[in-house]
Structure formats: structure tokens, C-alpha cells
């Protein structure tokens, strides 16, 4: 992109921003976000560099000149509000895994407010009672859903506890070692993501690529994106045996299809009832 293309896309930005009508329920989150899209998609930035699925910041994004500017436009001076500065927070990396981006940026991000009026039904210190889940084998999880997920056929010392079906692309296989868990979210065709300002690091296991991203391991097999939670770090070498003992189940059959699709209608919530993954703090 020239120099000359470059002020005119500027020109045009500011314009855009400048003549909005900002209604109540206008948001300047929204424009913001927009802008920012533009850029990660490169329409706005010429300055970033790409290699294999990691879009990588090369240098601060010049680009942020054009938000300030349009935030001068419809907010007033900058440097006094802290919706302004909160838009100098830059990304430094863009990761793809199996339908999950990964965004690493340079510094944290603001945390939403917390809704605490009487008016809110529901009470911060209150915790719903999840009801025990319903036991599923992985021939049953695989039938119910039918999808011939894989799963590890070796963990560790880690034992096979259960499946918990969450909906139709994505199942949790839990694993347990006395009071340790391990969680799998094995998902196809699922889109998530991630944001973090830790390091992401990324490595080749066995001839797969890994990533590693705010205490979790994620990874792709044959289509399926599988995420790890752990309450403790698997070094390289194990990692790889899991990866390697990866297996998809026998071929089910109608009669199992309907058995299991029986099992959990009759279970009712239980059949996706499951305490949230952990992490190693």
C-alpha cells in the first residue's frame, strides 16, 4: 500500500467515525471493535508479518493512530478518559487451532463490571447445586452423539471417570488420580476462543503441533480439536504418549444409538451436568 493510499484510508476512517450518530444504544466498544477488526485483517495494517497459522505483530500497530483519532472525534481528549487509553492495549500474536483463535496481547485487559443491584435476581455468594451427572461410557458418549471422537487410551496413572455430551460438537471426558482431575474438551466444527497476555507457546510433539495457552493444552487430531485441563503440568514426553495412545472407538450400531439417545433422555439435566475444567493455578 502507498504512502498516498495510506492517508486516504486514514481520511476516510476519521470521516466515517466523525459523522456517526451516537444514540443511547450506541457503543463506542462497537466502532472500536470494528476498527480493530479491520486491522487484524490487515485492511488497515501493511506492517504485519505472517507465518504458518501465526499472525505476528512486527512492530507497534501505527494504526492505533486512527482510533485515536476517531475517539478525539466523538469522545473529546484523549488522554482523560480510560476508555481511551484501554484502546492502546496491542496484540502481539493471532494463533489458529482446530476452529480456536488464540489472541495474545501486550498487556491485560479490562476487567467487565459486575452487575451487583438488589434488582438482579441472582446473588454473587449463591451457587446452584449441579445434580450428579449421568455415567456414560465413551461407546455410549460416541453413539448418543454420533461422532467417533477420539480418546486416549493411556493417561498417565489418570483412570476413566465419565463423558458429559455439551450439545452436539463438543464432549468432556474426565479422568481422575486420587483428588486429581484431568478434563478433555474433545470438539469438531466448533468455533472458541481464547485471549491471554501470558506467553503462548508452541511446540511440535511427536509430529503434532501443540500449543500452550493460560494453563491449557490444545492440539488437533484428525479433525477434532482437543483441549487438556490438568491441576498438574504433563512434561513433553508425556504428552506425547497421549497424543500417540489417541484411538477412535468400533464402529457403533443402530441398537447402541438408540440406547444411549434413550439413556440420556430419560436422565434429563443430569446428562450434561459436570463440574467446569480446572487448571493448575
Known amino acids: 500500500m502507498s504512502k498516498k493510499q495510506d492517508q486516504e484510508e486514514f481520511k476516510n476512517i476519521v470521516n466515517l467515525l466523525t459523522n456517526v450518530e451516537l444514540t443511547p444504544s450506541s457503543s463506542k466498544d462497537r466502532i472500536y471493535n470494528r476498527v480493530t477488526y479491520k486491522m487484524e485483517t490487515e485492511t488497515l495494517q501493511p506492517y504485519c508479518k505472517k507465518k504458518d497459522e501465526i499472525s505476528m505483530k512486527k512492530n507497534k500497530w501505527r494504526a492505533t493512530t486512527v482510533i485515536a483519532s476517531a475517539v478525539i472525534c466523538l469522545g473529546g481528549a484523549f488522554s482523560t478518559t480510560s476508555y481511551a487509553q484501554e484502546l492502546f492495549q496491542s496484540i502481539l500474536a493471532h494463533y489458529q487451532v482446530g476452529g480456536m483463535e488464540i489472541?495474545?496481547?501486550?498487556?491485560?485487559?479490562?476487567?467487565?463490571?459486575?452487575?451487583?443491584?438488589?434488582?438482579?435476581?441472582?446473588?454473587?455468594?449463591?451457587?446452584?447445586?449441579?445434580?450428579?451427572?449421568?455415567?456414560?461410557?465413551?461407546?455410549?458418549?460416541?453413539?448418543?452423539?454420533?461422532?467417533?471422537?477420539?480418546?486416549?487410551?493411556?493417561?498417565?496413572?489418570?483412570?476413566?471417570?465419565?463423558?458429559?455430551?455439551?450439545?452436539?460438537?463438543?464432549?468432556?471426558?474426565?479422568?481422575?488420580?486420587?483428588?486429581?482431575?484431568?478434563?478433555?474438551?474433545?470438539?469438531?466444527?466448533?468455533?472458541?476462543?481464547?485471549?491471554?497476555?501470558?506467553?503462548?507457546?508452541?511446540?511440535?510433539?511427536?509430529?503434532?503441533?501443540?500449543?500452550?495457552?493460560?494453563?491449557?493444552?490444545?492440539?488437533?487430531?484428525?479433525?477434532?480439536?482437543?483441549?487438556?485441563?490438568?491441576?498438574?503440568?504433563?512434561?513433553?514426553?508425556?504428552?506425547?504418549?497421549?497424543?500417540?495412545?489417541?484411538?477412535?472407538?468400533?464402529?457403533?450400531?443402530?441398537?447402541e444409538i438408540e440406547k444411549a439417545k434413550a439413556k440420556i433422555q430419560n436422565a434429563g439435566p443430569r446428562a450434561t451436568a459436570a463440574p467446569a475444567p480446572v487448571t493448575q493455578n
Do not use: H
Not at 129 to 134: A, D, E, K, M
Not at 157 to 182: A, F, Q
Not at 204 to 219: L, R, S
Not at 227 to 246: N, V, W
Open 103 to 255: 489472541t495474545q496481547y501486550d498487556k491485560e485487559l479490562p476487567t467487565p463490571a459486575v452487575n451487583t443491584s438488589s434488582s438482579n435476581p441472582a446473588r454473587n455468594d449463591e451457587v446452584a447445586p449441579l445434580p450428579s451427572p449421568l455415567k456414560l461410557s465413551l461407546q455410549e458418549a460416541r453413539s448418543a452423539m454420533g461422532m467417533n471422537f477420539p480418546a486416549p487410551s493411556w493417561l498417565s496413572d489418570y483412570e476413566y471417570v465419565n463423558c458429559v455430551i455439551k450439545g452436539d460438537k463438543m464432549v468432556e471426558v474426565l479422568y481422575k488420580r486420587d483428588k486429581k482431575t484431568v478434563n478433555l474438551l474433545i470438539s469438531k466444527d466448533d468455533e472458541n476462543g481464547i485471549i491471554t497476555t501470558d506467553d503462548v507457546k508452541v511446540e511440535t510433539i511427536n509430529g503434532t503441533k501443540v500449543y500452550f495457552a493460560n494453563g491449557i493444552v490444545i492440539w488437533e487430531y484428525e479433525g477434532f480439536r482437543i483441549e487438556l485441563y490438568s491441576q498438574e503440568d504433563f512434561d513433553a514426553i508425556t504428552l506425547g504418549k497421549i497424543i500417540d495412545s489417541l484411538e477412535t472407538g468400533k464402529p457403533v450400531t443402530q441398537a
